[in-house]
């Protein structure tokens, strides 16, 4: 379904004819379903998670269906557009299809299944020029929508008779303000990017678009940092092995998509201009054809290497291969078989990469928030190709010239984006280096009971009852292989997905209380409960003269000012503070009815620590 993005660039030179508009309102058939996917793929894989996965990619596939419906009985732009950005919920279609495969299918044939759809993005990408030219040469451009139509009802049907749904799912409330913020930094975001080149990217319009999406990103973190069920979970995004995978993804996507750009103008450009070898739209597409045949046979070997190596390995290899392929591409010129060959390298290093990022990301999240991981992952893809349009159409526009009555880059202009896309490939393989090396997933055993893969819930909360936020529970099984593990929200609850009912080790874990472990019988009805019992505090006595202060205001300051914690002396003058973060505090005693203050430096340990202070005599 990733098709959708590029099925209708071949008719863009036709389209401000057909529909009566300018070419600059015509874009807007490319740029509107972006923007939607962009905004739509996040929010559907959130609730593919909570609500059901077959449920929410029928709906996509039923708007898909709609959208291309609407395109196909339209003559207008604004009809056009409404179809589009309905098409635009297709690509959430991957991240929920790769979460299913990851619920449903055997362990051993995950990898394969979870490389072929991941690969979809760029083989979509590819196959919509030559088919969308196809189409439209040989039928009525409106027959391009019917198509998509009759493909998107076949599909749905496909998902409603074959696909099951999916058991593992993860409780909570819908995050609804924090799906409006990042909506609005998405879109602001991605119109800056997109029509950048248009405006002026030193225009009113870009940069107003520019100060919402970091004002809206602004408003975004805090909010998903704050909210019990999070439309992003930034805690996990921002891990380490996460985070890399995620920016190695955008610099992938980035590279993939400038191939597309630079390829297909190469092969359209007059022959006159002596960097284009004029084919016809179809023709063209025809020639980018065998790099996304080849993404399509390389999706077993790139599961392959992935079993035998790791993700890790996998996306070195798929990004270093990428650039071998764009070095081709700026360094070998004028032949038609050489721009072919080196899109094909491209493509090969594409489907190995592309095949690696969902599973890299699956190792590192919750089991229970997989489609949700992977849409963010998608988007982040997204975004990549968005630049990756911007930043190629810079280049080949500062680098025209006119030949032969016919404005082009320049053969030096296509070779320096070859050589950008490049180290972007370069980069994104020297991020896969600092992923961690060791396979530690977090994909049940094969081995499951009768059962089958259940969701096991529970809530951690303090020896008085209340809810301990954002503990961390992590579930082994007693030969001590992870299964899964969760984060717990504001009201104290988790949820994990298991291979089977049965005796599992918890591991929890939470700021400010010692970490306690339990053999529970997990994916009974019934939750479980785990009380943590040892506060981890900051304790001491105030003293005067050898005397007891009570009701001494002890406060705990960090570098920058803020208070840390606070609390008043008992009528022994000892006081308990939560042991906040690691790191130098100034501990501040004021003695009731005193106008006078004492201080001293404290460094927070992981450990319980005792600070007594003897108050100086007057």
């Not at 291309?68 to 297709?90: D, N, P, T």
């Not at 995050?175 to 991605?190: Q, R």
């Not at 893969?453 to 009852?465: F, I, K, L, Y």
Request: net charge positive; proline share 6%.
């Amino acid at each position: 379904m990733s098709l959708m993005q590029t099925l209708v660039v071949p008719l863009l030179p036709e389209l401000p004819t057909l529909l009566g508009t300018t070419a600059d309102n015509a874009s807007w058939l490319v740029t509107i379903t972006l923007l939607t996917s962009a905004v739509a793929t996040p929010i559907l894989s959130k609730v593919a998670d909570m609500v059901g996965k077959r449920l929410v990619m029928a709906l996509a596939l039923g708007v898909l269906v709609v959208g291309s419906v609407v395109c196909a009985l339209s003559g207008s732009l604004g009809g056009m557009m409404a179809g589009r950005a309905l098409q635009g919920f297709a690509p959430a279609l991957i991240p929920v299809g790769i979460s299913i495969m990851r619920d449903e299918l055997p362990k051993e044939r995950v990898g394969s299944a979870v490389a072929l759809m991941s690969a979809t993005l760029g083989i979509g990408a590819a196959a919509g020029l030559p088919l969308g030219g196809a189409i439209a040469t040989a039928l009525d451009w409106h027959s391009l929508f019917w198509v998509s139509a009759g493909m998107g009802a076949v599909m749905l049907a496909a998902v409603l008779l074959v696909v099951p749904e999916s058991s593992v799912r993860s409780p909570g409330r819908f995050d609804l303000v924090g799906a409006v913020l990042l909506s609005v930094a998405l879109t602001s975001l991605l119109l800056a990017i997109s029509k950048g080149a248009a405006w002026g990217w030193t225009s009113r319009a870009t940069l107003l678009c520019l100060v919402v999406a970091v004002l809206g990103f602004a408003a975004t973190a805090p909010w998903e940092l704050r909210v019990g069920n999070p439309l992003v979970d930034l805690r996990t995004s921002a891990r380490r092995p996460v985070l890399l995978t995620n920016v190695a993804s955008l610099l992938a996507g980035f590279a993939m998509y400038a191939n597309l750009l630079v390829s297909t103008q190469e092969l359209q450009l007059p022959e006159a201009t002596g960097v284009g070898f004029g084919l016809p739209p179809t023709a063209a597409g025809l020639a980018m054809l065998p790099g996304g045949l080849v993404m399509v046979l390389l999706a077993p070997v790139s599961a392959a290497v992935t079993r035998r190596y790791g993700a890790r390995i996998t996306l070195m290899v798929g990004s270093l291969v990428m650039a071998v392929g764009y070095a081709a591409r700026a360094l070998l010129t004028g032949q038609l078989w050489q721009l072919v060959t080196g899109t094909t390298v491209i493509s090969v290093g594409t489907a190995i990469a592309f095949a690696a990022m969902p599973i890299l990301v699956m190792r590192f999240v919750p089991i229970t928030e997989t489609a949700a991981a992977n849409g963010l992952n998608t988007l982040v893809r997204s975004i990549g190709t968005s630049s990756s349009s911007a930043v190629v159409a810079a280049v080949l526009t500062a680098g025209a010239v006119t030949t032969a009555g016919v404005a082009a880059p320049t053969a030096a202009a296509f070779a320096r984006v070859s050589w950008i896309a490049a180290a972007a490939a370069v980069l994104a393989a020297l991020l896969a280096t600092a992923l961690p090396g060791r396979e530690v997933t977090a994909v049940p055993s094969p081995a499951r009971d009768e059962t089958g893969e259940v969701v096991a819930r529970g809530e951690v909360v303090t020896p008085d009852g209340h809810p301990v936020r954002l503990a961390v529970v992590t579930v082994l099984t007693l030969r001590g292989r992870r299964v899964d593990w969760a984060r717990t929200d504001h009201t104290g609850t988790w949820s994990v997905a298991l291979p089977g009912r049965g005796r599992y080790l918890v591991v929890c874990s939470a700021d400010g209380w010692s970490p306690r472990s339990r053999v529970l019988d997990l994916g009974a009805d019934r939750p479980q409960r785990i009380v943590l019992c040892d506060r981890r505090e900051l304790v001491g006595v105030v003293r005067h003269g050898g005397a007891a202060v009570a009701d001494a205001l002890v406060t705990l300051t960090g570098p920058a000012g803020e208070t840390a914690e606070h609390a008043r002396t008992d009528r022994q003058g000892r006081y308990a503070l939560p042991l906040p973060p690691l790191g130098g505090y100034v501990l501040t005693v004021l003695p009731p009815g005193s106008d006078v203050a004492h201080a001293t430096d404290v460094v927070v340990t992981p450990q319980r620590r005792t600070v007594d202070l003897d108050l100086p005599v007057a």
